[in-house]
């Protein structure tokens, strides 16, 4: 098990860039798939991207891809995401989960992730 907390989050116009982080304790957490989810008001919690345990696949959501960039220092304990032009609808508040194994199609499925964040609020302004 791991404990994830979440930062970065904040307001930001239309076209500008944020980046998250997403700080875990626990020796194992370099073992870990680590994936990126956001919740919109009203909306279903939707999947945003994912990395495997060493960094060798990364995986993101067709509405974010080319514009979102995931990755994680597990010498820190810390996975990132990096976005860039952002747009209104990405407004949410986002979410990182851990998971114990996950690759392939899998990493898509919030099931499949046993250990969340607490969530850092996205603004972006039009």
């Known amino acids: 098990q791991v404990q994830l907390v979440e930062s970065g989050g904040g307001l930001v116009q239309a076209g500008g860039s944020l980046r998250l982080s997403c700080a875990a304790s626990?020796?194992?957490?370099?073992?870990?798939?680590v994936g990126w989810f956001r919740q919109a008001p009203g909306k279903e919690r939707e999947f945003v991207a994912a990395?495997?345990?060493?960094?060798?696949?990364?995986y993101y959501a067709d509405s974010v891809k080319g514009r979102f960039a995931i990755s994680r220092d597990n010498a820190k304990n810390t996975v990132y995401l990096q976005m860039y032009s952002l747009k209104p609808e990405d407004t949410a508040v986002y979410y990182c989960?851990?998971?114990?194994?996950?690759?392939?199609?899998?990493?898509?499925?919030?099931?499949?992730?046993?250990?969340w964040g607490q969530g850092t609020q996205v603004t972006v302004s039009s």
């Open positions: 989960a851990a998971a114990a194994t996950a690759y392939g199609s899998s990493v898509y499925k919030m099931a499949q992730y046993g250990d």
């Open positions: 626990g020796r194992t957490f370099s073992t870990y798939a």
């Open positions: 990395i495997t345990w060493r960094g060798a696949s990364t």
